[in-house]
Nanobody
Framework: QVRVLESGGGLVQAGGSLRLSCAASGRAFMGWFRQAPGNKREFVSAITLQGDDTYYADSVKSRFTISRDNGKMTVYLQMNSLKPEDTAVYYC??????????WGQGTQVTVSS
């Protein structure tokens, strides 16, 4: 079982930046998802075990950057040029070698206009 814990959410003005962190208890394919009120949870970004491949939703490409530090077993999501539509609860996801998914409790990101 992989446990994940997010941190780094908060309130920021449009155009600002935030960095989310996700500490994992084991090595896994990691990703970020988000869910805004009334919406389904949607994919944001993901990174492979070694960090050599990254994936982004079209809505965040060129603004968000995912990275990982395997020594610290932590994944980061650097979010720049934030928009009000980025407001959501952001969830960290870990997928292990058996394709089992583990979720964090979520961290709120609010972007004011």
């Amino acid at each position: 079982q992989v446990r994940v814990l997010e941190s780094g959410g908060g309130l920021v003005q449009a155009g600002g930046s935030l960095r989310l962190s996700c500490a994992a208890s084991g090595r896994a394919f990691m990703g970020w998802f988000r869910q805004a009120p009334g919406n389904k949870r949607e994919f944001v970004s993901a990174i492979t075990l070694q960090g050599d491949d990254t994936y982004y939703a079209d809505s965040v490409k060129s603004r968000f950057t995912i990275s990982r530090d395997n020594g610290k077993m932590t994944v980061y999501l650097q979010m720049n040029s934030l928009k009000p539509e980025d407001t959501a609860v952001y969830y960290c996801n870990a997928r292990d070698y058996q394709a089992r998914n583990y979720w964090g409790q979520g961290t709120q990101v609010t972007v004011s206009s």
